[in-house]
């Protein structure tokens, strides 16, 4: 993870104004480095640190679940980088969105769009016979 981000930190540590982002940003990234070495198969992302309680994201709720059965061993994991941890907090991700459901093609039975044809051929031109010239041309297409 801090690879991809060392540039970027770099420019951090060189800039006095952001020391306390530093050091918290230096912080968050030691424990995800323990939390991984320990914990490799459990895709835990650390989030943040809030008073006395360490927030952490897991990949889905089976093991989020699975996280909250080593609350103590994660908190004495990175007492070092957080003291006074008491509380572990674990979220899991949503699961992801179903995607969209194909539209159904409705299609108009071959007599129905033969009236339709002649209707739309009885009309005076405007919006009416446009609209119906249309649907008949999405149905021919089909």
């Known amino acids: 993870m801090s690879r991809q981000f060392s540039g970027f930190f770099d420019h951090f540590r060189q800039d006095h104004t952001f020391e306390a982002l530093r050091t918290q940003a230096d912080r968050l990234i030691a424990m995800q480095r323990e939390i991984d070495a320990r914990w490799p198969g459990m895709r835990l992302t650390v989030l943040s640190v809030h008073d006395d309680t360490l927030v952490l994201c897991a ?13 103590p061993s994660l908190i004495e994991a990175v007492a070092g980088y957080a003291p006074g941890l008491a509380k572990v907090r674990v979220k899991a991700l949503p699961p992801p969105a179903a995607p969209p459901r194909p539209r159904a093609v409705k299609v ?6 033969e009236q339709l044809q002649g209707t739309a051929s009885e009309l005076a031109a405007g919006p009416l016979r446009n609209a119906l010239q249309r649907l008949i041309r999405r149905q021919l297409d089909q």
Do not use: F, Y
């Open 108 to 113: 108009i039975g071959e007599q129905a769009l």
């Open 59 to 71: 990949p889905n709720s089976a093991l989020a679940a699975k996280s909250r059965q080593i609350v």
